[in-house]
């Protein structure tokens, strides 16, 4: 006799995360309808249709069940970075990434919209939502410091900072946009709106996650320029630069160059 198929991986966690997602929308329900400080677990449990441990096999607590997809949508940004390809700017790369945080708010605008209301009306919401927002940027920064080595910062390379200062901003303007969409009631161009707001961004850290400096005239993959000199006591320096490269920051790797000589 044959054994019945086991679900697939898959399958599996499609299930848990319609579950997180049931018992997400009874939460938001109740406490839309009764408070957020009058909801009890039980309460919400109940209106999921599942048992109390059910509910603490998916969320450690009542606050956590408003944000039922941040650990999956986390793991796909992992997944982006992860599978990146080697010529893409590991900046591009970030934007790809918290792509995916905006899609998760898309698939549900309806819900994404009710959780922002609520957010901004209940401070425990609002701690929670900055606490799963960190966990993006925190993974961002990692990437874009994994392009340097150790000793950038005593070399003098700002690239190390300007790597956290990046990661900050790619993140920033994400949620500045996502904000403005929410008010608006989840109305518009919000991957337009995201272009725009990642190419500012882009414009101000172009090269961030590429080490710079005089490594040939081949250089590091997507240095702005590189500045090599004409040997040992000459007065001439060589600069060989991208077309699409800010002056800024051309003028930059050539000043520490000047400096350096």
């Not at 941040?70 to 591009?92: F, M, N, S």
Request: proline share 5%; glycine share 8%.
């Amino acid at each position: 006799m044959s054994q019945p198929a086991k679900p697939s991986r898959s399958n599996s966690s499609t299930q848990r995360l319609k579950m997180r997602r049931d018992i997400a929308a009874a939460a938001m329900e109740l406490f839309a309808t009764k408070g957020y400080e009058a909801t009890t677990v039980d309460e919400i449990a109940a209106a999921a249709g599942v048992a109390r441990r059910t509910f603490f096999r998916h969320f450690r607590s009542k606050e956590e069940a408003i944000f039922p997809d941040h650990d999956d949508t986390l793991e796909r940004v992992k997944a982006v970075l992860d599978a990146a390809p080697p010529h893409e700017y590991p900046l591009d790369t970030v934007c790809r990434g918290i792509r995916e945080v905006m899609r998760m708010y898309a698939a549900q605008p309806a819900v994404s919209v009710e959780r922002y209301r609520l957010t901004r009306e209940v401070p425990t919401l609002r701690e929670r939502e900055i606490a799963s927002v960190s966990r993006y940027e925190r993974l961002f920064t990692r990437y874009l410091l994994g392009h340097y080595d150790e000793g950038a910062h005593q070399d003098g390379d700002d690239g190390p900072l300007l790597a956290e200062v990046a990661a900050s901003a790619v993140v920033t303007a994400h949620n500045h946009v996502l904000r403005r969409w929410l008010r608006a009631g989840a109305e518009g161009d919000v991957e337009g709106q995201l272009d725009r707001a990642f190419a500012v961004v882009r414009a101000r850290f172009t090269g961030v996650g590429q080490p710079q400096g005089p490594a040939g005239l081949g250089g590091a993959a997507g240095a702005p320029a590189v500045v090599t000199a004409g040997g040992e006591g000459s007065d001439v320096l060589v600069a060989v630069a991208r077309t699409d490269a800010p002056l800024s920051e051309v003028m930059r790797t050539i000043e520490k160059a000047l400096k350096k000589s």
